[in-house]
């Protein structure tokens, strides 16, 4: 049977119903209620009693890691505490990619994105990256950028400084280089480096908390838990595949992820795709 978990409240108590959610979201709202922080179009940040976010809308807003779908989505104010009603919803995670690429595969599927991307790829971000692009951000970006490259390459150097410039950079809730370094960190767990994104973690977590809001907090640690929306998992899958899949249908849904986040995210993984092809050639 369904039970109520209620939040810390001040008169009615609003109580939405969720339907299905990512792991992290059922784990954040196992602990009790909470808090709109946060309010957009279609959907609401929810502050957790235990100070974790969970991102709340309709089935529309997608899946994630940090994300719950709500059987309806009242308009509700900023402040305002609320109670979720559990015990039926669906708990998604993503697919499991697992295990180093193939480099033949892995050049062929980057360049099929890179040609895709090229005609949609959102320039307002970092997602310029994936393509070769040029704008004010990725110029001012381009240290930190470089550095986050060599020590891709570096395998267990310590992660450079420079670096840290990426958290908190451009625009958005999630700023473009908090989702870049999210990409990479998810990229790193799909291809069986989880050494290298505990250490990448373990570099930024602290610069994090300095330097940026704590809702991209949230999406960052998702992220170095190997998680993050489902949009980039698909396209991190058929990056990583076997097949030189058609790619229309992936960037769609990478489109409505944010404003530019879904493209930011994705030009951090093409990061690491290229990082494996520089390690393979420098073996031969």
């Not at 990426?166 to 958005?172: D, K, V």
Request: aromatic share 4%; net charge neutral.
């Amino acid at each position: 049977m369904p039970h109520r978990l209620h939040a810390r409240s001040f008169g009615i108590v609003n109580t939405l119903t969720l339907i299905e959610c990512g792991r992290l979201a059922r784990e954040a709202l196992s602990s009790g209620g909470g808090e709109i922080c946060a309010v957009f179009r279609r959907s609401i940040y929810l502050r957790a009693s235990d100070q974790r976010y969970v991102c709340l809308g309709d089935i529309a807003i997608g899946h994630g890691p940090i994300n719950g779908a709500v059987r309806a989505l009242p308009s509700l104010a900023l402040g305002t505490h609320v109670s979720i009603q559990l015990g039926d919803e669906v708990i998604w995670s993503p697919e499991h990619i697992g295990g180093p690429p193939d480099p033949f595969r892995l050049a062929g599927n980057l360049h099929s994105l890179e040609r895709a991307a090229a005609a949609r790829v959102c320039r307002d971000g970092l997602g310029g990256a994936l393509i070769g692009e040029d704008s004010r951000l990725l110029r001012h970006a381009q240290p930190a950028l470089q550095a986050f490259d060599r020590w891709l390459d570096s395998a267990s150097a310590p992660v450079p400084g420079a670096v840290h410039a990426l958290i908190g950079l451009g625009p958005g809730l999630t700023p473009s280089g908090d989702d870049y370094l999210s990409g990479a960190l998810v990229a790193l767990r799909a291809i069986g480096k989880g050494e290298s994104a505990d250490q990448l973690w373990q570099s930024l977590r602290g610069v994090a908390g300095e330097r940026t809001h704590p809702i991209s907090r949230a999406h960052l640690a998702a992220a170095a838990a190997g998680e993050a929306n489902e949009a980039l998992h698909v396209c991190l899958g058929q990056l990583l595949g076997n097949d030189d899949a058609p790619w229309e249908g992936a960037l769609a849904r990478l489109d409505a992820v944010g404003h530019c986040s879904g493209w930011d995210g994705l030009a951090g993984a093409a990061a690491v795709a290229r990082s494996v092809l520089r390690q393979g050639r420098a073996l031969q």
